[in-house]
């Protein structure tokens, strides 16, 4: 993930409300169960989870993309709230006849994307395409190699939208995502195809607009697995390049 600069990467928001995360994550989701088990005619309920639930390493054999099955261990609340809603979505499931899965999101990016009290990062893509789109002519990174698997948010709706209207699952969790990973750099000069003269510099970590981990490249930080959801579905995401440059058409269309 990118926190921004060296300074903003310092803030911790679990430090500063634990309980807030947990009850908003867990009892949010408890409360929406006890609505949703009172719809007579409720198809399906989908639980949208995380890929924080996921180790920091993984596969075990390097190169493959994160499966679905094995490798869960949250370390951070966040993840751990969401691996724990995971597990009471499914006993409400088998508790009151509901159909339920969850869905595992990589780095989800695109409209209404921004900084919460919650939240106090953007992914990569985000902070790419606004600078660009900007007319900003420079990106300071830390590194072109640092990786993640980014996907747009318009795609993550058709994927649960696609799971939503399927007669039947096989399977409790699923992920989406791009189903590979897009480098920094990679990422700079898909931009710099709809911003002709964007570029990036490599800086310090603590003069860079972008700071990346290079070292986080497999685990839930690498590719996710999306095998599960297409053969179930057929959905598929578009590839991360064509996504990013219409991420940057809808910038540019927006008010200032």
């Known amino acids: 993930m990118s926190r921004g ?3 903003e ?35 399906r309920f989908i639980y ?10 993984g596969p075990d054999r390097p190169g ?19 691996l724990a809603s995971e597990l009471i979505s499914e006993r409400y499931g088998d508790l009151f006849g ?11 990016y695109g409209t209404m994307d921004r900084v919460t009290p919650s939240r106090n990062f953007r992914h990569v893509p985000n902070r790419i395409a606004h ?23 318009e795609d993550v709706a058709g994927a649960i939208v696609a799971l939503l209207r399927a007669p039947a699952l096989r399977y409790g969790a699923y992920n989406i995502a791009a189903g ?11 931009a710099a195809e709809k911003a002709p003269g964007f570029h990036g510099e490599i800086v310090a970590a603590n003069a860079a607009d972008i700071l990346q981990d290079a070292s986080l490249m497999d685990g839930m930080w690498g590719a996710y697995d999306i095998s599960r959801i297409h053969a179930e579905t057929g959905w598929k ?18 008010p200032s």
Not at 180 to 190: K, N, Q, R
């Open 5 to 7: 600069t060296a300074a």
């Open 9 to 43: 990467a310092t803030r911790e928001p679990e430090a500063e409300e634990p309980g807030r995360i947990i009850d908003v994550n867990i009892m949010g989701t408890v409360a929406v169960l006890e609505w949703a088990r009172t719809l007579a005619k409720l198809p």
């Open 48 to 57: 949208v989870s995380s890929g924080a639930v996921y180790k920091h390493h």
């Open 64 to 82: 493959e993309p994160l499966p679905e099955d094995g490798y869960v261990m949250p370390r951070r609340l966040y993840g751990i709230s969401k």
């Open 98 to 108: 509901l159909s339920t899965a969850s869905v595992r999101l990589s780095s989800v």
């Open 131 to 153: 600078l660009a789109a900007a007319g900003v002519k420079r990106v300071r990174v830390n590194s072109f190699a640092a990786v993640g698997d980014y996907i747009h948010a």
């Open 180 to 190: 590979v990973t897009a480098s920094v750099g990679e990422l700079i000069a898909w």
């Open 237 to 254: 995401p578009r590839p991360v390049r064509d996504a990013l440059h219409a991420y940057m058409d809808w910038i540019k269309s927006q």
